[in-house]
């Protein structure tokens, strides 16, 4: 009887345990979702009320890149920026194509960079821009990432 009873406990105790842990795992997903959500708004107010001509795409791609904070992680000589966790942007044109920076921005998780600034790019490290640029944009920031 004690053995039933005790079984009968610790399945509770796990039950209690996963849902406790089911529902930290939400509360992240909706929090984590909130922050990039609102970042994300913040950056398209800002790129709306800038006045830069969207089809000038070196400007555009310049404010881009500050809006979506890509000096965060980048190092960039052009816009100043001394980010330290991905490759360094400079001379970006001399080392590969527009194929290629497109893809590192939209897909960058199919182009893993080796240069990071402690080795090889660690996957997932940059946020996948698919989801939150389209098109046009990811070519503005192209254009002008290769216009250095």
Not at 36 to 55: K, M, N, P, Q
Not at 79 to 98: M, Q, S
Not at 102 to 124: D, H, K, R, S
């Amino acid at each position: 009887m004690n053995s039933q009873l005790g079984s009968q406990q610790s399945g509770s105790l796990n039950r209690a345990l996963i849902t406790g842990i089911a529902i930290v795992i939400i509360i992240g997903a909706v929090v984590g979702g909130y922050f990039a959500f609102r970042r994300t708004l913040i950056a398209d107010i800002r790129e709306s009320t800038s006045g830069v001509d969207t089809t000038d795409q070196i400007a555009y791609g310049e404010l881009l890149f500050q809006t979506r904070v890509c000096g965060s992680c980048h190092t960039l000589d052009m816009a100043g920026t001394v980010g330290d966790t991905g490759p360094n942007l400079t001379g970006i044109g001399a080392r590969h194509d527009a194929a290629y920076v497109y893809q590192a921005i939209m897909q960058p998780n199919a182009v893993i960079a080796p240069n990071c600034p402690e080795g090889p790019c660690q996957p997932g490290v940059m946020p996948d821009f698919s989801a939150i640029l389209d098109d046009d944009q990811a070519n503005a920031l192209v254009v002008y990432l290769l216009s250095q």
